[in-house]
């Protein structure tokens, strides 16, 4: 028989440390930064989940809602219950990857672009985010000096003693292809390479029935500038 949304939320131990019981008493959105900015409420969202309405938290799932949260765990240090609704939505955004319902979301559908942008970046460079990744034309908030920056990376990285790219220690160093080795090894034990992917999977899926352009790793195809810039301008007060 197949597992309910719940009973699968009930196998992952952040769902399990998270919510012991919830009163409804609203704490947790009074003290959340998020819930502050965006149409967020963390109290509705542990309510829903405790409810255990399969109906309500597939919604969820295929919300942007849960995609809201900062992961501040600001929640964790106020609930009179010993409630953490970060840990909570953790769990309802990996059972979103799982079942590729974040695709269905604005929201979710970034998670392509955060896996493509940061999480590969991590097992080809050993760095969540290089300096060579973060290029002007992609984020032309960092301004003309970025711009200068990107062009002129050798002699500025050498003036403040960072070994760019090269082996040794420093900062920006190359790292070891053994430890790339090792990272790669902590992906694949703890569910990271399966969990990438899914998300490579659902999303190339998305992109055929929105007749997107996919290509699969690349930071410069249709889907991936889709994903990375859209916002409806309707997630916040």
């Known amino acids: 028989m197949e597992k309910t949304f719940y009973q699968q939320l009930m196998q992952d131990v952040r769902f399990i440390e998270g919510l012991k019981a919830c009163m409804n008493c609203g704490v947790c959105t009074a ?81 392509l672009a955060i896996k493509r942008a940061i999480g590969d970046n991590i097992l080809k460079t050993g760095y969540c985010v290089h300096f060579d990744m973060v290029k002007p034309e992609t984020h032309p ?10 062009k002129n990376p050798e002699p500025v990285f050498s003036k403040i003693g960072a070994n760019y790219k090269k082996p040794g220690a420093g900062a920006l160093r190359q790292v070891p292809e053994e430890t790339l080795l090792e990272i790669k090894k902590i ?19 998305k992109a055929r029935e929105m007749t997107i352009d996919f290509r699969s790793g690349s930071t410069d195809c249709d889907y991936f500038n889709h994903v990375f810039t859209t916002n409806n301008n309707t997630h916040t007060h």
């Open 187 to 205: 992906f694949d034990e703890t569910g990271g390479t399966e969990r990438f992917k899914k998300i490579e999977s659902f999303s190339e899926s």
């Open 31 to 111: 003290i959340c930064p998020a819930a502050d900015f965006y149409n967020y409420d963390p109290r509705i969202i542990v309510d829903t989940v405790q409810s255990q309405d399969e109906t309500e938290i597939e919604k969820l799932l295929k919300s942007d809602t849960i995609w809201y949260c900062g992961e501040c765990m600001s929640c964790s240090t106020r609930c009179p219950r010993g409630n953490v609704p970060g840990l909570i939505i953790i769990a309802l955004r990996s059972l979103s990857q799982d079942t590729g319902y974040f695709a269905k979301s604005e929201k979710g559908r970034q998670q």
């Open 141 to 150: 908030e960092q301004g003309p000096v970025w711009e200068w920056l990107h």
